[in-house]
Every structure is written in structure tokens, then in C-alpha cells.
């Protein structure tokens, strides 16, 4: 099947840290297709370009008929957990230079005796003061000294850095002083690249936003430096159209809001993945979702409530807060590279560390040679090695099992299949664990939740994962191998503005809601200007974060207007209760921050429905180990029959193979997406 000359085309590209997930949508017929390629850690633009350039060729389509490229990228957060970051200078009040030494003075570990190290961004010798200072509402207690700025500007020019970022106490309620320092510097040093926390984290709490701001910082160059290759190698390779960046948000941004705001695009890929589950909530009409995206490192989860994805204000990458509206996501170092070893006790670890895209699985042949999770898949069968990857890459089921052997089965005197089937066990247990967590603390039941799993090892695992967890239904998207790139096809532009306005959330409250709310209003306008998105196109969300006077905690809460605050009050009051199990109706609550979401709708996908089934194909047989080797049907997902398939199974597309465990059954949907329930004691089989 081949794209028509003259169609339309709209590309998604997830760059992962194994492979570069590759979608086409026919934007004419509503067709989709997927590719995958290898990554090229040392420059991803290498493998996005090479991949565009390989699905044109496979799909039969031009650059010139390329309406959009929509392009999620590991690149800052691989930055920051890797610690490839350049130098960079923090500007703040004189006498709060420590405020990243000193944190919040919380430690994992609190029986011991000596707190765990802090990351710090930047070294105390790269942190200047400036004596100034705003008082919390807003007033100025003391001015810009003009002797203590120009000492600034030459020990800035002194030191070599790429970048500063500027954050002065309560700037977010008056920025004046950030702006004449920022002004100051541009003068002595025009090429420094500048973060302030009044445009990137406008919100109280010094050390988050602190941490936020030196981490924007600290990506500008990373990200300025990436997107201006791409653009010179997409420019070299004739592709001239609109280029998007993916947010943690599951918005998009242009690539010059992107080397602005680099902070906002920590979560670019796993977001993908989250507005691709909602999105398939939608289509197959199911409420609650737990979505789980495993990769090759890492294992993603998020949440669909009542079809929307839930969102917080404040995550954490590589050990540093980032206080930036992102979809919430808990990640672990679960995925088909985990490395898997018997430790200094002698018992059996797998992950957090992973083999990677180089050298990978011992079974990809690339010079690795201790045992991964792929690696016990393989030698249990659930992989055919000649099948891997729709036929395109070849695996060494030999080599897979003499690393499973040389690391775990010998050291624990098991045999092989009995090792490669502990660390499927210990992979399974950490991700239940990992969803468990996500479901617990908000006191949701696993029971009232679907699992969605994909990435290029989910289908191996979900099955397994979702009865750990006492959950009966899994869904299997179609093209789940490629699935944080599909997402990404429904995404929309996204601003996210905030101000500052603490006050009791009564009826005095108001006006000034009304005012900040038309200031932010215009400003949101503005900014979809410059995105060129048509008035029919641009829709605005207000919220609001409430607390209880004296918590440290808020709470963000949709507004009507300001008019209706009484009824964003009474959802706090519901909300609080069904997350905290208690509330307090006759409290005024106090608000701490107005949030408006600026969206700009891009044209969604017309998607359609799957090619039916070949169903005069019959199953394969392989042999699968699961407490003794035995024949299990193999099907080629385009050709899985329309009546039930019940597991034992292996089912085989071109990314991705789906194992359904017995007491397990399959169905198709018109969608294409695959929907396993788990058989319960009183249902009757039919084989």
C-alpha cells in the first residue's frame, strides 16, 4: 500500500534512545503507516532525516507533499540525566546565591546519617548576587544597586559560560529587576544565552523555580544547537515545511518558542505517548486508562481519567524539580535493554541499567554480551529470531542464551529457561510496582482501569502486568510499536500562562481575577498571532490552584470566569477529598496561581478504520516456553481471523510482538486496536 502522488502527508518522528519511531498519516485517505529506524545518539537528526528519508521511499511519497513535521525528542532530557551540559551562571538577589545547595533539605533516606548528594546545576563559584530586592507583594523594598550590577557584569565576562539564567526573590509577583538585570547583561554580553524566571516559571517557591530557570538555562544551548542542525539538514534535503516541537505538555511549540523555553520539552516523547492513549480512549470509548510505554530503556506510565490525561504543575528530572504544567509521568529503568545480573548477594537485579541501542541485546549481535529483557524473551521463544522486526533485523537466539547462562543461570544453578523466566518475573513485578504507585497514591483501583501498553516491548509484558495487577482488560493499539509517534499526529500548539495572585478565594477576589485573567487573555491572543492560527482555531482553558490555608500543597481547578469562582471552590472541596480522603466545605480556600492554556487546534487525523483480516491465512507454530516447551499459534497481526483468539498466542506485527498468556483471549476491534480480557474462573473456554 503506497500514498498517492498528490495526497497530503503529515510526518510524527519520536526519537528514543534504540530507535527513531517514524508515522504517515495520508492526510486524503486517513491511512497510516509506521516505520522504525536505529537512533544516532551522537546527533538524532541523523536518524530522523534518514528515516523521513526511508519512509518516502517505502511509503511513495516527496518532501514537497509534506504538509507538517511533528517531532518529539529525548535530546533535553538526555542532557540532563546524562549531565552533557555546558556551563552557566545563576543571577540572583545578593544573599540567596545557595538556595540550589539548600533545596528542601529532604532526603530519601531518612535514618541515615549523612544526606545523599544533590545535583547541583550550578557550581557556587558560576552563582552571582545582585543587591536588590522586591517584597512579596511586589513593592520594592530595595533598588537595582548599580555598583553591585556592574561588579556582576565583570565577574559574568570573567567566567566562561554559555549561559545564565536570572531569578530574583519575588520576581514572579514584580519582574522589573530581572528585566533591567537581563537588560544590563545584553549589553556587555549580546551572544549569552538568557533564561529568566519571570517568562519560564512565573510561580513562589524560590528553589523550584530556581531550578527551573537554571535548567532552561543550561538546555538553550543544547536545544538552539540541535534544532539549527536539523533545520540546515532538513533545509539540505529540501524539506521546507512547518517543523513543531513536542512539549512535556502534549502541546506543541514552534521551533523558536522550543530554543527558547528547552525546559518544556523534558517530557517531549513519553507526552506523545499519553495524548495517543487519550486519544484512544476516545475512539473505543473507555473512561480510565493506565498507559504504559516500554522502550528499550525505560518503562512510561501515565494516566486517562474519564478520557483526559492527567496533568500536574511540578515533576522531576535527573534529581532536579521543574516546576512547568507537564503530563504527570512515572518513569523507571524498565525496558527491553535492562541489563539483568546476580548482584553482590546473589540475587537476580534487573535494570535500572540498560544495554542501550549500542551494544544492545546480546541477540541484536552488536558486541553485547550480558543478558537483557529482550535476551530472555528470545530464548523463551516469545520472539522469532528470524521475525524480529517484521524480518528486517535477524536476532542470535544463541547468544541470548549464552549470556542468560554465563550471568544468571550459572551463578543461581538454574537452566536457562528457568533464569530467563526470573527476569521476566522481577520485570513484571517493578512495573506493576511502578503502576501501583501511580494508581495508589491518588486512592484509585486498579480494578476501574484498562491497561493500553506499546513501545516496541510493551505487548510482551502487559498481559502478565495487568493480572499482577488485578486488572482484566488490555489494549493493544495498533501500530504500538511506533505509538508515542502516532500521539503525537493529534496534537494541538500550546501556551501555558501563569500569574501569580495569592488571595482568599472569595467574592473580593473577583476583580482581580477579571483583570489578570483579560491581561493574560491578551497576551495568549498575541502569541497565536505569531502562530498564524486562525480565530476558529484558538480555544482558551483558565484554572486556578487553590489550597487550604497553611498547606504547602495546592490543588489546580478549572474556571469558567471569574464570575464562577463559587463553583471552582466546591470542586476543590470534592477534588481534595477524593485525593486526600478529607476536606473542610466550610473553609475559604486560598488561590495561589491563575493558569491559562492558549491552544491552537491543528487538523486531527481523519483516522481509518483497519484493512480487514486474511483470515484464510492460517496460524504458525512456535515453540514457546512456559512451564514446559510447547507449540503455541503464532499470528501475523493483518491476518488475525475476526473470531476470538485465545491465548496461549504470539501475535506479530512489524514493531512490536504481543504475547497473550493462557487464560487470556484476544479481539479484534474495526479500529485495529486489539482488546485481551482475562478469562475468570466461572467463564467457559472456547479453543
Avoid at 501 to 522: H, K, W, Y
Wanted: glycine residues 8%.
Amino acid at each position: 500500500m503506497s500514498i498517492a502522488a498528490s495526497a497530503p502527508v503529515r510526518i510524527a518522528v519520536d526519537i528514543g534512545g534504540t530507535f527513531t519511531d517514524v508515522q504517515i498519516l495520508d492526510e486524503q485517505s486517513g491511512a497510516v503507516f509506521a516505520h522504525k529506524t536505529p537512533t544516532t545518539p551522537a546527533d538524532p537528526s541523523i536518524g530522523l532525516l534518514t528515516g523521513m528519508t526511508e519512509a518516502a521511499t517505502l511509503f511513495g511519497f516527496t518532501f514537497a507533499q509534506v504538509t507538517m513535521l511533528i517531532h518529539g525528542t529525548t535530546i533535553a532530557t538526555n542532557a540532563v540525566l546524562e549531565q552533557k551540559l555546558p556551563a552557566a551562571a545563576l543571577i540572583t538577589t545578593a544573599g540567596f546565591e545557595d538556595i540550589l545547595e539548600i533545596g528542601r533539605h529532604m532526603r530519601q533516606d531518612i535514618y541515615a546519617g549523612k544526606a545523599e548528594e544533590r545535583i547541583l546545576l550550578i557550581p557556587r563559584a558560576q552563582r552571582l548576587g545582585v543587591v536588590e530586592r522586591m517584597r512579596a507583594d511586589g513593592s520594592v523594598e530595595t533598588p537595582v544597586s548599580a555598583e553591585s550590577l556592574a561588579a556582576m557584569i565583570d565577574r559574568l565576562t570573567s567566567l566562561d559560560v554559555a549561559a545564565a539564567a536570572i531569578c530574583c526573590l519575588h520576581s514572579h509577583t514584580n519582574p522589573a529587576h530581572e528585566h533591567q538585570i537581563a537588560d544590563h547583561i545584553s549589553a556587555a554580553l549580546p551572544t549569552l544565552h538568557l533564561s529568566l524566571s519571570s517568562d519560564i516559571s512565573p510561580e513562589f517557591r524560590e528553589y523550584e523555580r530556581s531550578s527551573t530557570t537554571a535548567l532552561n538555562a543550561l538546555l538553550m544551548p543544547v536545544v538552539g544547537d540541535y534544532l539549527a542542525r536539523l533545520e540546515a539538514r532538513l533545509s539540505a534535503a529540501g524539506f521546507e515545511r512547518p517543523v513543531y516541537l513536542v512539549q512535556s505538555n502534549g502541546g506543541v511549540a514552534r521551533p523558536a518558542v522550543a530554543a527558547r523555553e528547552p525546559a518544556r520539552l523534558l517530557l517531549s516523547g513519553p507526552s506523545g505517548g499519553a495524548l495517543a492513549a487519550e486519544t484512544i480512549a476516545g475512539q473505543l470509548d473507555l473512561g480510565n486508562l493506565v498507559a504504559v510505554d516500554m522502550g528499550g530503556t525505560s518503562y512510561d506510565v501515565s494516566l486517562v481519567q474519564n478520557q483526559r490525561t492527567r496533568m500536574i504543575s511540578q515533576g522531576e528530572v535527573g534529581g532536579c524539580p521543574v516546576r512547568l504544567p507537564m503530563v504527570e509521568m512515572r518513569t523507571i529503568g524498565a525496558g527491553g535493554g535492562s541489563l539483568a545480573e546476580m548482584d553482590h548477594v546473589g540475587a537476580l537485579k534487573v535494570g535500572p541499567e540498560s544495554a542501550g541501542a549500542r551494544p544492545g541485546p546480546a541477540a541484536y549481535g552488536h558486541g553485547g554480551n550480558r543478558p537483557t529483557v529482550t535476551d530472555a524473551n528470545v530464548v523463551l521463544g516469545r520472539i522469532a529470531p528470524e521475525r524480529f522486526l517484521g524480518g528486517t533485523m535477524n536476532l542470535d537466539q544463541a547468544a541470548a542464551k549464552t549470556a542468560l547462562s554465563q550471568h544468571v543461570a550459572v551463578p543461581a544453578s538454574l537452566t536457562t529457561e528457568a533464569a530467563a523466566n526470573g527476569v521476566l518475573t522481577i520485570t513484571v513485578a517493578h512495573m506493576a510496582s511502578a503502576i501501583r504507585l501511580s494508581l495508589f497514591e491518588k486512592g484509585l483501583d486498579p480494578a476501574d482501569f484498562a491497561l493500553v501498553a506499546f513501545g516496541g516491548a510493551g505487548g510482551l509484558h502487559a498481559c502478565e502486568t495487568a493480572a499482577d495487577l488485578g486488572i482484566s482488560k488490555v489494549v493493544f493499539p495498533r501500530d504500538a510499536g511506533t505509538l508515542s509517534a502516532w500521539g503525537m499526529l493529534y496534537a494541538d500548539l500550546r501556551h501555558d500562562l501563569i500569574r501569580a495572585c495569592p488571595m482568599p478565594a472569595d467574592t473580593a477576589a473577583i476583580a482581580e481575577l477579571t483583570r489578570l485573567l483579560t491581561a493574560m487573555t491578551a497576551e495568549a491572543t498575541s502569541r497565536l498571532d505569531a502562530d498564524e492560527i486562525p480565530a476558529s482555531d484558538r480555544y482558551l482553558e483558565a484554572a486556578i490552584d487553590l489550597r487550604y490555608r497553611g498547606q504547602a500543597y495546592e490543588i489546580t481547578t478549572a474556571l469558567k470566569s471569574p464570575a464562577d469562582l463559587a463553583a471552582s471552590v466546591a470542586q476543590f472541596h470534592h477534588d481534595h477529598d477524593q485525593q486526600y480522603a478529607h476536606s473542610n466545605p466550610a473553609a475559604t480556600p486560598e488561590i495561589v496561581n491563575l493558569r491559562l492554556t492558549a491552544s491552537g487546534r491543528l487538523t486531527k487525523p481523519l483516522q481509518a478504520d483497519a484493512a480487514a483480516a486474511e483470515i484464510t491465512v492460517d496460524p504458525a507454530k512456535q515453540q514457546v516456553f512456559l512451564d514446559r516447551w510447547q507449540d503455541v499459534n503464532v499470528f501475523a497481526r493483518h491476518h488475525l481471523p475476526a473470531a476470538t483468539v485465545a491465548g496461549p498466542a504470539v501475535i506479530e506485527d512489524p514493531h512490536a510482538t504481543l504475547f497473550i498468556p493462557p487464560d487470556w483471549q484476544l479481539i479484534t476491534t474495526p479500529n485495529g486496536a486489539l482488546i485481551a480480557s482475562h478469562l475468570s474462573t466461572t467463564e467457559v473456554r472456547h479453543d
